[in-house]
Every structure is written in C-alpha cells, then in structure tokens.
C-alpha cells in the first residue's frame, strides 16, 4: 500500500507541486531561485517530509478502519431511496467497502516511491527490490505472528458458530506452518490471506513496486507510460474483471490482478514524472479540483478513484485551509502509524470480538477493538516499522558499497 513508504521527500522537479507553509514542511532553498506567490520553483532542492501526505494517508487508513469496524457490528442505514442515493452516488461510498482509500493508497506509492527514484536516479533494480522486500515484509511478518499469537490466546470457537459474518474473513481456520509463509512472503489467493485479511493490497504492492526504477525509462515521457498503463489495466481488466477483484480465486490467478493494478502505481509515478503543477494557484482552481475528486470518489469504479487519487495528491500539496488542517499535530501522528495501524487494525478488530463476544454488545466490541488498533499500531511502528526502515536504508547503502561506483 502506499501507505507504506511516505518518506515524502521533494526533492526533484517533479516534487515542484506548489508545496509551501509552516511546520516540518520547510523548503530551504538551495539552488537559484526564489518564492513565487508561496510557490517554490522546480529548481529548488528539499529534503524535507511532506506532512500533508502522511495526513491524507492517515485519513484513507481512518477510512479503512471506519469501513470494517462498520462491517463487524452489521451496522447499515435503512435503504430507502434517498438513503441508498446518498450512500452509493456520493463520497459516502467509500466508508461501505474501503476500497477506494487502498487504490488511493496504490497511486500516492507510486508518486512517493517514484520521487525517491528521482532523487537517486542510479539505484539499480536489485538495490531497489531487496530495500522495498525489508521495508515491507518485516512489518508484514510482524503482523502475522501477532495474528498466530492472539489466535492463539483468545480464538473462541463459538465466535464462528454464532458470529461469523461479523469476522471480517480473519480466523477461519487454524494456522498452520504453510499459511503463516504464504502471509509472510505474500504468496497467496483470496482463500489463503486469513490470518490478516488487508495484505491482499500488499501482495500486488509489493509485486509492483519493486520493478518501479522501470518508470525512470519514461522519465522525459510521463504520458506514455501512463498509456502504457491504460493498455495494461484494461488487458487485465478483460481477464479479472474490475472494481470488485482483490487478490482472485487462485494463486494463477492472482498476478492478472497485479497487472490490473499496476495502473495505480504508474497513475502516481506518471504525476511524479510529469513535474510542477502550476494550474492550481487560484483558489477557484482548487476549488473545481475538489469538487471533481468528490464527483471521482462518488463513483464505483476504480478508474474514477486513480484520477480522483491525483486531485487529492495535488491539492494537499497546495497553499490553503486544507494543507492547514493537513499539517496539524493530530493528523501527522495519524499518518505517521498509519502503516502499523492499517496491518493491526483487523487482527486487533478480531481478538476483541473472541475475547469480549460474551461481555459486551458487538458495537462496543467493535470501539474498543478500534480505540486498541490505535494504542498497538503505535507501540507496532516504533518497535517493527521504524527498525523497519532503518534495515532496509542499511541495505541499501552496503549494496552500494558493494556495487561499487
């Protein structure tokens, strides 16, 4: 998921996308150049985070908690006309299926991982796939053993028996030895990923992204690879159908997928590629951009939400009210375990309903499983993600040393 990698570093062109404020966001400038209107020119370098897009991926994860938490207590509006229209045609959508935010999660991987690749154009491909495998599959085992452990301790037959549609897919079976590899080193189908039901989103993550130095062959061409990626998705699109598949059926199956949402990814490298958005500096422009990406969210098509994906990256990057709240203290914290709290948030979800089924009614259960997804994701990124990224930074520097000049 993109969420996984937002070391959002601006420091190439494409990086240019009107980033200004206060906060950690600070744009030195260390090239020629100066302010235009709030608006830093391509020329200038920063290595700096930028916190907006944490807190936009910190909201997506909020998105997903929200959506499953729905799921496990049955709770649903009653569907009269009005109601249905309110929910299915308008941005509310996305809190019944938390689908969208994962594809938004997609495109904002491929434009932070790709304006990484920008800044270090010489990362050969194996460099780049043994960092990306650390960064990812060390969180991912992490999340599976604490899947095994709780299963372990609280897994309560009777929870299946009588609550079954409330387990959102997650403690069907036992674990055994082959299971827990195939969630470990993402090597699965929709039956096999039962011990963590979210990793379906890392398999084709992983998969992707780390042939994504590729792009860089289209750096001087962001339009054709983003055709290109048009060709792939709908290809794929004919094999797997669209909107609805995650991971399919079958293990053979399951690449198909990747393909199909390799767009996503190639969506956000293509923005990353393409350079500094200038057409955003009216306030009516922002305006009309935010009103398409809620038209875009509206939809229950994932084309929709790549290119709503692509508003929403431009206009957190903007000067205003909305990068204003984005850079609050609340929403970067949010962002920054939002990792941790989208690979938690299931498992912990789960161990709440086997351990208080028959204490507590389901919809408190589900508030206190998702008040404790917080609580673990937090203690989950400084004891598993940050060593996490520390590892796979050390990776990289001895290949390079390795390599060679």
């Not at 299926?97 to 997609?106: M, Q, S």
């Not at 790709?114 to 960064?135: E, G, Y």
């Not at 431009?314 to 989208?342: C, D, E, H, N």
């Not at 940050?386 to 990289?396: F, K």
Request: proline letters at 6%.
């Amino acid at each position: 998921m993109g969420l996984s990698d937002l070391t959002h570093r601006a420091d190439h062109p494409g990086a240019g996308h009107c980033v200004h404020g206060s906060g950690s966001a600070r744009l030195p400038l260390s090239m020629s150049g100066t302010d235009t209107e709030g608006c830093r020119p391509a020329s200038l370098v920063s290595t700096t985070r930028l916190p907006e897009l944490d807190s936009v991926r910190g909201i997506a994860a909020l998105v997903v908690l929200c959506s499953h938490v729905l799921k496990m207590t049955g709770w649903a509006l009653p569907r009269s006309h009005f109601v249905s229209v309110l929910v299915e045609r308008t941005p509310l959508q996305i809190f019944e299926d938390g689908r969208a935010p994962v594809l938004f999660f997609f495109v904002l991987s491929g434009y932070v991982l790709t304006l990484s690749l920008l800044r270090s154009p010489r990362t050969s491909l194996l460099q780049f796939a043994l960092q990306r495998t650390v960064r990812l599959l060390l969180p991912v085992a992490a999340s599976v053993l604490l899947s095994v452990g709780l299963y372990a301790i609280l897994f309560d037959p009777v929870v299946l028996e009588t609550l079954r549609p409330h387990t959102l897919y997650t403690w069907w079976a036992p674990p055994t030895p082959v299971n827990v590899l195939e969630h470990v080193f993402l090597f699965g189908a929709d039956p096999d990923l039962r011990l963590n039901v979210v990793l379906w989103s890392l398999v084709h993550e992983w998969r992707i992204s780390v042939l994504l130095p590729l792009v860089l062959i289209f750096r001087h061409h962001p339009l054709r690879l983003l055709l290109i990626g048009i060709a792939t998705h709908g290809a794929a699109a004919f094999l797997v159908g669209q909107d609805t598949v995650q991971l399919g059926p079958t293990l053979p199956f399951s690449p198909f997928v990747s393909l199909y949402f390799s767009l996503a990814l190639l969506t956000g490298a293509s923005l990353a590629l393409a350079g500094p958005v200038t057409w955003l500096m009216e306030p009516w422009d922002r305006r009309l951009a935010a009103l398409a990406a809620l038209a875009l969210f509206s939809l229950e098509s994932d084309m929709a939400v790549f290119v709503g994906s692509v508003f929403l990256i431009m206009l957190a990057q903007q000067p205003g009210r909305f990068r204003t709240v984005l850079t609050s203290r609340l929403l970067t914290w949010i962002g920054k375990i939002s990792f941790s709290l989208y690979l938690v948030h299931t498992v912990i979800l789960q161990a709440a309903l086997h351990a208080l089924h028959d204490k507590l009614p389901l919809s408190v259960i589900a508030a206190t499983g998702a008040l404790l997804s917080f609580l673990v994701a937090a203690l989950f990124y400084r004891g598993v993600e940050l060593p996490a990224q520390t590892l796979a930074r050390q990776v990289g520097r001895r290949f390079r040393v390795a390599a060679g000049p």
